[in-house]
């Protein structure tokens, strides 16, 4: 089994700055691969950033691709967001998401993911 907890949401101004974490426990293995995703109001859950442990490749969807990224940190075992230049399109709820190894086609779609954390509210202002 595996276990996550985000942490770092809240509100931040359009332009800001945002950093959220995930603390992760439980199997190594189930936890291969970690992603993030967010979901606005409605019922698609959007991928946007995934990291697997093998050499530590990072993915990230196109619509956040140079403001987004996605680290790990081994030692801690937890998982990072790092968000800049944020806009009021990013509000949403973020997730992040565990699975065993996957392929990398697949590693921004949510249906390959095992353990998901409770989520963490972001809200950006104009």
């Known amino acids: 089994q595996v276990q996550l907890v985000e942490s770092g949401g809240g509100s931040v101004q359009a332009g800001g700055s945002l950093r959220l974490s995930c603390a992760v426990s439980?199997?190594?293995?189930?936890?291969?691969?970690m992603g993030w995703f967010r979901q606005a109001p409605g019922p698609e859950r959007e991928g946007v950033a995934a990291?697997?442990?093998?050499?530590?490749?990072?993915y990230s969807a196109d619509s956040v691709k140079g403001r987004y990224t996605t680290s790990h940190n081994n030692a801690k075992n937890t998982l990072y967001l790092q968000k800049n230049s944020l806009t009021p399109e990013d509000s949403a709820m973020y997730y992040c998401?565990?699975?065993?190894?996957?392929?990398?086609?697949?590693?921004?779609?949510?249906?390959?993911?095992?353990?998901w954390g409770q989520g963490a509210q972001v809200a950006v202002s104009s």
């Open positions: 998401a565990a699975s065993p190894p996957i392929p990398a086609a697949t590693r921004l779609l949510p249906a390959r993911y095992n353990y």
């Open positions: 439980g199997d190594t293995y189930r936890s291969y691969c």
């Open positions: 990291i697997c442990r093998a050499g530590g490749t990072t």
